[in-house]
Nanobody, 124 residues
């Protein structure tokens, strides 16, 4: 069973930056990992994904402000968010899946493993 634990969220002012971390532990294949977010009253949306070969996939609305990366030695997934906006306020979740996908890992998919989330609040 794969366990995911997010950290790094917090309250920041607009224009600031945050780096979220997701620690991966347990046993299981994780060919795809990603970050998702959900604001109150909104559906969960995909932010960025990364394949085990390093291929990334970003939400169009966030391209240029976010960077997903992975440190395999540390078993940690990261999400760097720059130029934060109040509309970035949400709970951010880390997810992983053992499935194989042609091309990139999907942003709209029910991944098998999920963390508990870390809250990001951006004030104007």
């Amino acid at each position: 069973q794969v366990q995911l634990v997010e950290s790094g969220g917090g309250s920041v002012q607009a224009g600031g930056s945050l780096r979220l971390s997701c620690a991966l532990s347990g046993y299981g294949s994780t060919s795809c990992m990603g970050w998702f977010r959900q604001a109150p009253g909104n559906e969960r949306e995909g932010v960025a994904t990364i394949k085990n070969n390093g291929v990334t996939n970003y939400a169009d609305s966030l391209k240029g402000r976010i960077t997903i990366s992975k440190d395999n030695a540390k078993g940690t997934l990261y999400l760097q968010i720059d130029s934060l906006k109040p509309e970035d306020t949400a709970m951010y979740y880390c997810a992983a899946d053992p499935g194989w996908f042609r091309g990139v890992c999907p942003l709209k998919y029910e991944y098998s493993y999920w963390g508990q989330g870390t809250q990001v609040t951006v004030s104007s």
